[in-house]
């Protein structure tokens, strides 16, 4: 599929629900629901539309949690201080010498914290949306 802005509906959940049922027993799916979304009651498209908005709701909450710390590192490793020895571990690997110009520091529980502003928020891009991106192994290396 080539990239594309999201456009997420209850008519797409409910064609996707047809093409997966296409390779299963018919024993295994609700044969009133085989049929195109608008034929469908109000009941039945209640299901879609349910599913539908759990869905935005929860790219709208990654979406905020990576503009809230977007460029802003140190709030990140101040609300979630469980992953300051990780990016610390990672940081110390990373070549400082191309991202010279690129580094952040700050101190967080008397830690000094050097940072390449680029590679965390390319991390921190990888951890938000790390569901989706799940092909991406990389998502805790810095």
Not at 34 to 40: A, N, R, T, V, Y
Not at 113 to 133: C, D, G, M, P, Q
Request: hydrophobic fraction near 35%.
């Amino acid at each position: 599929m080539k990239p594309q802005p999201l456009d997420l509906e209850p008519e797409d959940l409910h064609n996707w629900y047809l093409e997966a049922t296409k390779e299963l027993n018919p024993d295994s799916y609700n044969p009133n629901a085989q049929k195109p979304f608008s034929e469908l009651t109000e009941e039945q498209k209640f299901i879609d539309k349910f599913i539908c908005e759990k869905i935005k709701q929860r790219i709208k909450s990654a979406c905020e949690f990576y503009l809230r710390y977007k460029d802003n590192a140190p709030l990140f490793l101040m609300e979630h201080k469980k992953y300051i020895d990780i990016i610390m571990r990672s940081e110390a690997k990373a070549n400082k010498m191309d991202d010279y110009y690129d580094i952040i520091d700050f101190v967080i529980d008397g830690k000094r914290i050097y940072l390449s502003s680029k590679r965390y928020n390319e991390w921190l891009f990888k951890f938000a949306f790390k569901a989706v991106l799940e092909g991406d192994k990389n998502v805790w290396i810095f």
